[in-house]
Protein backbone atom coordinates (compact mmCIF):
# COMPACT_ATOMS: atom_id res chain seq x y z
CA UNK A 1 0.00 0.00 0.00
CA UNK A 2 1.57 2.99 -0.92
CA UNK A 3 1.91 6.12 1.06
CA UNK A 4 0.29 9.57 0.48
CA UNK A 5 3.10 11.49 -0.84
CA UNK A 6 3.43 14.73 0.77
CA UNK A 7 3.31 18.05 -1.01
CA UNK A 8 7.05 19.92 -1.09
CA UNK A 9 7.37 23.24 1.44
CA UNK A 10 7.49 26.18 -0.48
CA UNK A 11 9.66 29.05 1.79
CA UNK A 12 9.97 32.88 0.68
CA UNK A 13 11.83 35.70 1.36
CA UNK A 14 11.31 38.88 0.03
CA UNK A 15 13.96 41.02 -1.39
CA UNK A 16 12.74 44.34 -1.23
CA UNK A 17 11.48 45.82 1.54
CA UNK A 18 8.09 47.09 0.78
CA UNK A 19 7.56 43.45 0.22
CA UNK A 20 8.80 42.10 3.69
CA UNK A 21 5.62 44.37 4.82
CA UNK A 22 3.49 42.65 2.31
CA UNK A 23 4.36 39.34 3.64
CA UNK A 24 4.35 40.50 7.54
CA UNK A 25 0.55 41.91 6.72
CA UNK A 26 -0.81 38.66 4.95
CA UNK A 27 0.68 36.26 7.79
CA UNK A 28 -1.07 38.71 10.19
CA UNK A 29 -4.46 38.80 8.18
CA UNK A 30 -4.43 35.21 8.29
CA UNK A 31 -4.28 34.64 12.13
CA UNK A 32 -6.52 37.26 12.10
CA UNK A 33 -8.76 35.21 9.61
CA UNK A 34 -8.53 31.78 11.25
CA UNK A 35 -9.39 33.22 15.18
CA UNK A 36 -11.89 35.26 14.31
CA UNK A 37 -14.68 34.91 16.36
CA UNK A 38 -13.49 32.11 18.66
CA UNK A 39 -9.88 32.74 19.79
CA UNK A 40 -9.93 36.67 20.99
CA UNK A 41 -6.75 36.53 22.71
CA UNK A 42 -5.30 35.84 19.34
CA UNK A 43 -7.54 38.16 17.05
CA UNK A 44 -6.37 40.94 19.32
CA UNK A 45 -2.32 40.40 19.04
CA UNK A 46 -2.98 39.46 15.29
CA UNK A 47 -4.83 43.01 15.22
CA UNK A 48 -2.35 45.20 16.87
CA UNK A 49 0.40 43.79 15.69
CA UNK A 50 -1.43 44.90 11.92
CA UNK A 51 -2.06 48.07 13.09
CA UNK A 52 1.38 48.61 14.69
CA UNK A 53 2.96 47.25 10.89
CA UNK A 54 0.36 49.59 9.11
CA UNK A 55 1.37 52.58 11.29
CA UNK A 56 5.31 52.55 11.28
CA UNK A 57 5.04 52.93 7.35
CA UNK A 58 3.03 54.71 4.08
CA UNK A 59 1.47 51.31 2.90
CA UNK A 60 -1.35 52.65 0.79
CA UNK A 61 1.14 54.85 -1.02
CA UNK A 62 3.44 52.07 -1.41
CA UNK A 63 0.70 49.63 -2.43
CA UNK A 64 -0.98 51.64 -4.93
CA UNK A 65 1.96 52.46 -7.08
CA UNK A 66 2.31 48.66 -7.13
CA UNK A 67 -0.99 47.80 -7.88
CA UNK A 68 -0.39 50.31 -10.87
CA UNK A 69 2.49 48.63 -12.05
CA UNK A 70 0.67 45.54 -12.28
CA UNK A 71 -2.10 47.10 -14.09
CA UNK A 72 0.03 48.23 -16.29
CA UNK A 73 2.13 45.04 -17.11
CA UNK A 74 -1.44 42.64 -17.43
CA UNK A 75 -2.22 45.97 -20.27
CA UNK A 76 1.06 44.79 -22.12
CA UNK A 77 -0.50 41.64 -23.06
CA UNK A 78 -3.67 43.14 -24.27
CA UNK A 79 -3.02 42.84 -28.31
CA UNK A 80 -1.09 39.18 -27.72
CA UNK A 81 -3.27 36.87 -29.83
CA UNK A 82 -3.19 34.30 -27.66
CA UNK A 83 -4.11 35.48 -24.50
CA UNK A 84 -7.60 34.83 -23.34
CA UNK A 85 -9.40 38.41 -22.91
CA UNK A 86 -11.88 37.40 -20.66
CA UNK A 87 -9.22 36.14 -18.12
CA UNK A 88 -6.87 39.48 -18.79
CA UNK A 89 -10.11 41.69 -18.61
CA UNK A 90 -11.31 40.12 -15.18
CA UNK A 91 -7.93 40.39 -13.82
CA UNK A 92 -7.36 43.91 -14.70
CA UNK A 93 -10.77 44.82 -12.97
CA UNK A 94 -9.39 43.02 -10.19
CA UNK A 95 -6.72 45.26 -9.94
CA UNK A 96 -8.81 48.58 -10.33
CA UNK A 97 -11.10 47.44 -7.72
CA UNK A 98 -8.24 47.14 -4.95
CA UNK A 99 -6.68 49.63 -5.47
CA UNK A 100 -10.02 52.08 -5.67
CA UNK A 101 -10.49 50.18 -2.24
CA UNK A 102 -7.22 51.49 -1.08
CA UNK A 103 -8.88 55.04 -1.25
CA UNK A 104 -11.01 54.77 1.53
CA UNK A 105 -8.36 53.06 3.85
CA UNK A 106 -7.51 56.33 5.80
CA UNK A 107 -11.16 56.54 6.95
CA UNK A 108 -11.45 53.06 7.65
CA UNK A 109 -8.41 52.75 9.54
CA UNK A 110 -9.22 55.93 11.96
CA UNK A 111 -12.07 54.09 12.85
CA UNK A 112 -10.09 51.53 14.27
CA UNK A 113 -7.49 53.43 15.82
CA UNK A 114 -10.47 55.84 17.75
CA UNK A 115 -11.99 52.86 19.08
CA UNK A 116 -11.56 53.30 22.37
CA UNK A 117 -12.54 50.22 23.48
CA UNK A 118 -9.29 48.81 21.67
CA UNK A 119 -7.54 52.19 22.64
CA UNK A 120 -7.91 50.78 26.28
CA UNK A 121 -6.57 47.32 26.08
CA UNK A 122 -3.85 47.52 23.34
CA UNK A 123 -1.24 49.07 25.52
CA UNK A 124 -1.53 46.02 27.54
CA UNK A 125 -1.58 43.66 25.27
CA UNK A 126 1.36 44.85 23.07
CA UNK A 127 3.56 44.85 26.05
CA UNK A 128 6.44 41.94 26.01
CA UNK A 129 5.14 39.30 28.86
CA UNK A 130 1.69 37.90 29.85
CA UNK A 131 -1.06 39.88 31.54
CA UNK A 132 -3.41 38.50 33.27
CA UNK A 133 -7.35 39.97 33.42
CA UNK A 134 -7.27 41.44 36.65
CA UNK A 135 -4.97 44.12 34.94
CA UNK A 136 -7.90 44.13 32.17
CA UNK A 137 -11.09 43.76 33.85
CA UNK A 138 -12.69 45.68 30.35
CA UNK A 139 -11.72 42.96 28.41
CA UNK A 140 -12.84 40.70 30.62
CA UNK A 141 -16.49 42.36 31.10
CA UNK A 142 -16.23 42.07 27.01
CA UNK A 143 -15.35 38.54 27.29
CA UNK A 144 -18.68 37.92 29.53
CA UNK A 145 -20.30 39.01 26.14
CA UNK A 146 -22.35 36.01 23.79
CA UNK A 147 -20.03 34.24 21.05
CA UNK A 148 -22.76 35.90 18.59
CA UNK A 149 -22.04 39.56 19.64
CA UNK A 150 -18.40 38.74 20.11
CA UNK A 151 -18.09 37.51 16.24
CA UNK A 152 -20.27 40.31 15.21
CA UNK A 153 -17.69 42.94 17.21
CA UNK A 154 -14.48 40.96 15.78
CA UNK A 155 -16.06 41.34 11.97
CA UNK A 156 -16.55 44.67 12.71
CA UNK A 157 -13.18 45.18 13.53
CA UNK A 158 -11.83 42.67 10.91
CA UNK A 159 -14.08 44.57 7.96
CA UNK A 160 -12.08 48.10 8.68
CA UNK A 161 -8.87 46.31 7.08
CA UNK A 162 -10.64 44.65 4.19
CA UNK A 163 -9.48 46.95 1.49
CA UNK A 164 -6.21 46.61 2.68
CA UNK A 165 -6.49 42.43 3.15
CA UNK A 166 -7.78 42.35 -0.63
CA UNK A 167 -4.73 44.90 -1.96
CA UNK A 168 -1.99 42.35 0.03
CA UNK A 169 -3.41 39.24 -0.90
CA UNK A 170 -3.95 40.36 -4.81
CA UNK A 171 -0.43 41.72 -4.76
CA UNK A 172 1.22 38.89 -3.15
CA UNK A 173 -0.94 36.64 -5.88
CA UNK A 174 0.54 38.13 -8.66
CA UNK A 175 3.69 38.31 -7.94
CA UNK A 176 4.10 35.12 -6.88
CA UNK A 177 2.51 33.88 -10.55
CA UNK A 178 5.31 36.02 -11.98
CA UNK A 179 8.09 33.74 -10.96
CA UNK A 180 8.10 30.00 -12.35
CA UNK A 181 9.94 27.97 -10.57
CA UNK A 182 13.27 25.90 -12.16
CA UNK A 183 14.87 23.27 -10.62
CA UNK A 184 18.55 23.52 -9.45
CA UNK A 185 20.82 21.49 -7.38
CA UNK A 186 22.74 23.11 -4.10
CA UNK A 187 26.22 21.62 -4.59
CA UNK A 188 27.55 20.91 -0.93
CA UNK A 189 24.25 22.94 0.54
CA UNK A 190 25.04 26.03 -0.97
CA UNK A 191 23.90 28.29 -3.89
CA UNK A 192 24.21 31.29 -4.96
CA UNK A 193 23.00 34.03 -7.63
CA UNK A 194 23.14 37.12 -9.42
CA UNK A 195 19.49 38.17 -11.16
CA UNK A 196 17.45 40.60 -12.54
CA UNK A 197 16.18 43.20 -9.69
CA UNK A 198 13.49 40.59 -7.72
CA UNK A 199 10.84 41.27 -5.66
CA UNK A 200 11.14 38.22 -4.11
CA UNK A 201 12.01 34.62 -4.15
CA UNK A 202 10.38 31.40 -3.42
CA UNK A 203 12.08 28.01 -2.98
CA UNK A 204 10.27 24.63 -3.44
CA UNK A 205 12.38 22.02 -1.04
CA UNK A 206 10.73 18.39 -0.58
CA UNK A 207 9.97 17.50 2.76
CA UNK A 208 12.24 14.35 2.59
CA UNK A 209 15.19 16.25 2.06
CA UNK A 210 14.59 17.10 6.11
CA UNK A 211 16.40 20.89 5.34
CA UNK A 212 15.25 24.50 5.32
CA UNK A 213 17.28 27.08 3.52
CA UNK A 214 18.84 29.92 5.35
CA UNK A 215 18.44 33.07 2.66
CA UNK A 216 20.40 36.39 2.47
CA UNK A 217 20.24 39.13 -0.31
CA UNK A 218 18.84 42.35 -1.63
CA UNK A 219 17.65 42.77 -5.40
CA UNK A 220 19.65 41.32 -7.31
CA UNK A 221 21.78 39.13 -5.33
CA UNK A 222 21.25 35.81 -3.20
CA UNK A 223 22.42 32.98 -1.20
CA UNK A 224 21.00 30.34 -0.02
CA UNK A 225 22.70 27.94 2.65
CA UNK A 226 20.50 24.45 3.46
CA UNK A 227 20.38 23.71 7.15
CA UNK A 228 18.82 20.79 9.53
CA UNK A 229 17.40 21.51 12.71
CA UNK A 230 19.48 21.14 15.62
CA UNK A 231 19.85 17.84 17.27
CA UNK A 232 20.78 16.74 20.45
CA UNK A 233 24.40 16.17 19.74
CA UNK A 234 27.48 18.65 20.12
CA UNK A 235 27.50 19.06 16.41
CA UNK A 236 28.52 22.95 16.06
CA UNK A 237 27.20 23.61 12.72
CA UNK A 238 23.12 22.42 11.20
CA UNK A 239 24.41 23.14 7.83
CA UNK A 240 23.60 20.48 5.42
CA UNK A 241 26.69 19.84 3.33
CA UNK A 242 24.23 17.07 0.81
CA UNK A 243 23.66 17.93 -2.69
CA UNK A 244 20.13 19.46 -2.30
CA UNK A 245 17.74 19.18 -5.31
CA UNK A 246 15.33 22.19 -4.78
CA UNK A 247 13.45 24.61 -6.66
CA UNK A 248 13.54 28.21 -7.39
CA UNK A 249 10.93 31.13 -8.50
CA UNK A 250 12.38 34.26 -9.10
CA UNK A 251 9.19 37.08 -8.93
CA UNK A 252 10.65 39.83 -10.83
CA UNK A 253 10.41 43.71 -9.50
CA UNK A 254 8.00 45.49 -11.84
Known sequence: MSSE??????????????????????????????????????????????????ERSDIRAELSKDLIQQKNFIKQWEKHPQIDQDTLQAALHSVSEAHDGLQHLPKQLRHLKDDRFLASIRTRLVQPGLCGLFELPQLQLWLSHSPEQAWQQCHIWYHSLQPLIDAIALQLQLTRQQGDFTSIVAKGGFWQESCEPLSLIRIQVAVENACYPVISGHRQRFTLRFMTLPGEDDQQSDASSDDITAAIARCPLL
Not at 26 to 54: K, P, V
Open 5 to 54: VQAPIVYEYPLQERFRTYLRLEHSFNQLRSTLGHDHESFFNALFASQELI
